[in-house]
Each structure stands twice: as C-alpha cells, then as structure tokens.
C-alpha cells in the first residue's frame, strides 16, 4: 500500500508563490498517477493538477499558466508549484496517487493524504 504525506500550505497575500510537496512511502513502484486536488468551503472536491507515469501532465482551467505539476521518483515526492496565487485558489490541498491496471506484485489502490492548508489574502 502507499501512504502520502503533504506539507508547504500556509497564509500568503495574492501574487505570492507557494511549492507544495508530497512524499509517498509504501509501494511507491506501483503508482500510476498522481495529483493534486483541492477543496474550498462550500465546494466539491475538484481535480488541480494530474501527472502519469510517463510525465504527461493535465491542468484545471483555472491554473493553467500558474500552477506546475512535477514529480521526482527518486526521492518519491510530487510537486505543485503554485505562482500568482489568487484568493480563489484558497483551499485544502491533498495529494493522490493511484494505481488502476493490473501488474505484477502491484495491487490496485486510491490513495490519499492528509491535506495541507493554503490561504490567500486579498
């Protein structure tokens, strides 16, 4: 199984920069993909940022050009680097990873961490 920890969330004032970071520990060999996902008040939980195996990567609109996505499987850590932040772009942050094909010694998983907190100040 996989297990994710998140960390870099805090309080900036709008434009400001934050880099978000996700170590994953476990079966890290069997993760497919991995994102980013954030929830608001009042709000669905919503699809941020998205990275597969082979680098390719997927944005929301509302990031596009201000947020990237990376990940370094060296050191089992995922990345969003998050610039210009808008008070919108307040919420909690989590870190997903996922395996959903089959492969040997690799079970199927959704898993999830902690979240982290970033507000943004107008």
């Known amino acids: 199984q996989v297990q994710l920890v998140e960390s870099g969330g805090g309080l900036v004032q709008a434009g400001d920069s934050l880099r978000l970071s996700c170590v994953a520990s476990g079966d890290t060999f069997c993760i497919s993909t991995m994102a980013w996902y954030r929830q608001a008040p009042g709000k669905e939980r919503e699809s941020v940022a998205l990275i597969d195996s082979l680098g390719s990567t997927n944005y929301a609109d509302s990031v596009k050009g201000r947020f990237t996505i990376s990940r370094d499987n060296a050191k089992n850590t995922l990345y969003l680097q998050m610039n210009t932040l808008k008070p919108e772009d307040t919420a909690v942050y989590f870190c997903?990873?996922?395996?959903?094909?089959?492969?040997?010694?690799?079970?199927?998983?959704?898993?999830w961490g902690q979240g982290t907190l970033v507000t943004v100040s107008s």
């Open positions: 997903n990873a996922v395996r959903r094909t089959l492969r040997s010694r690799c079970n199927l998983f959704d898993a």
